[in-house]
């Protein structure tokens, strides 16, 4: 579970000061597929970078899996994002002259963990994602929706509880962005893990359990799957 409590961060940048995010109050559940939607600059995209520890809040408290992530050290930080948190970027940012099977198992070389049973691990990734004869390939070579599922399968080779993506579908066309959503959307299934996703796309935001809808540093409204006027909310958004 994650729980996140008057989540306040200024930027300050010589005399001026900047407030994205003006105490935000979150739950997010064991297993549960959020997408957060929002035009630019309304504190989204720096919401999903504290959720993952790579910067810390102003004020107020992030727990994730009862690991209160705003009294740990950087190097804490940085040991629990490699333990649990997976991250998927709109640019990939993959390693152009690795092959496929050296991007995945990076994250495992950082952290010394690449054993024989991980390397089992990342061949099941490949054939999970749709690139079991494509291993040995270098990723420069393939197209934007295989890139993305490299990185995907690289967000996901530790077996991480949560995982934050960012505009995962921002650089594909309509097809490939479906079948990326649906690979997602499987993942969350059957290894009930916890998924927040940033995007622009109601499209793909139909694909979560809940889409919450961030405005000025605030969350200005949210609809879950479970309400009654779910589908009318879709319908409005894209209207």
């Known amino acids: 579970m994650i729980k996140v409590r008057g989540l306040n961060k200024e930027f300050i940048q010589g005399q001026e000061r900047t407030h994205v995010l003006k105490g935000v ?18 504190g989204k995209s720096t919401l999903l970078q504290l959720l993952g520890g790579l910067d810390i809040p102003t ?18 930080r940085t040991i629990f994002r ?15 002259t690795l092959t496929v099977e050296e ?16 390397n089992q691990t990342i061949l099941k990734l490949l054939d ?10 270098r990723v420069n070579l ?22 934050l993506a960012d505009e995962p579908t921002g650089n594909l066309d309509r097809n490939r962005a479906e079948e990326i959503l649906g690979l997602i959307s499987r993942f969350n ?21 809940r889409i919450i809808l961030f405005k000025d ?19 409005n958004f894209m209207a």
């Open 103 to 118: 991007n995945i198992a990076f994250p495992l070389h950082a952290d010394g963990s690449l054993t024989k049973e991980k």
């Open 217 to 235: 540093g605030v969350i200005d409204q949210e609809a879950s799957r479970k309400d009654e006027d779910y589908a009318k909310y879709l319908a």
């Open 189 to 209: 299934r059957e290894k009930n893990q916890t998924i927040i996703m940033v995007t622009h796309d109601i499209f793909a935001a139909g694909f979560a359990d």
């Open 142 to 163: 393939l197209s934007g929706g295989q890139q993305q599922r490299v990185a995907i399968a690289r967000a996901l080779v530790n077996s991480p509880s949560v995982l």
């Open 82 to 96: 490699r333990k649990y948190i997976g991250f998927i970027f709109q640019n990939y940012q993959l390693l152009p």
């Open 25 to 42: 109050d979150l739950t997010v559940e064991e297993g549960e597929f959020v997408a957060v939607m929002g035009p630019s600059g309304s």
């Open 128 to 137: 999970s994602v749709g690139l079991k004869d494509f291993g040995q390939k």
């Open 59 to 76: 004020e107020g408290d992030i727990v994730i899996n009862q690991n209160k992530l705003s009294i740990m050290s950087e190097k804490e």
